[in-house]
């Protein structure tokens, strides 16, 4: 049974950084794709940030500034969200999917992914 619970949310000013612990349980990182999406106020959920057995995959919009990583001792998914602008807030949900991808023609696509954490809110002012 996979389980994903997010944490770190909360409110940074513009300019700031926050790092998004997603503890995993019932998840083998090498075994599973990985993914962070957000759903910003009024918009569809999007994925930003996936890790599969292509490496990682970047939405646009945060290409450069956010980093995901995941922690295999401790079974923790991460972004590393750098330069925060007002426009990344939003519900910060990730997610895992099983067999990993490979070869996807939209790496981003949230529609193979099969296990949600509840989320966690970022508001950037």
């Known amino acids: 049974h996979v389980q994903l619970v997010e944490s770190g949310g909360g409110s940074v000013q513009a300019g700031g950084s926050l790092k998004l612990p997603c503890a995993a349980s019932g998840v083998t990182f090498s075994n599973h794709s990985m993914g962070w999406f957000r759903q910003a106020p009024g918009k569809e959920r999007e994925g930003i940030a996936i890790i599969d057995l292509d490496g990682t995959h970047y939405s646009d919009s945060v290409r450069g500034r956010f980093t995901i990583s995941k922690d295999g001792a401790v079974n923790t998914l991460y972004p590393q969200m750098n330069s925060l602008k007002p426009e990344d807030t939003g519900m910060y949900y990730c997610?895992?999917?099983?067999?990993?991808?490979?070869?996807?023609?939209?790496?981003?696509?949230?529609?193979?992914?099969?296990?949600w954490g509840q989320g966690t809110q970022v508001t950037v002012s």
């Open positions: 997610a895992a999917d099983y067999p990993p991808t490979m070869g996807a023609v939209r790496p981003l696509s949230q529609s193979q992914y099969k296990s």
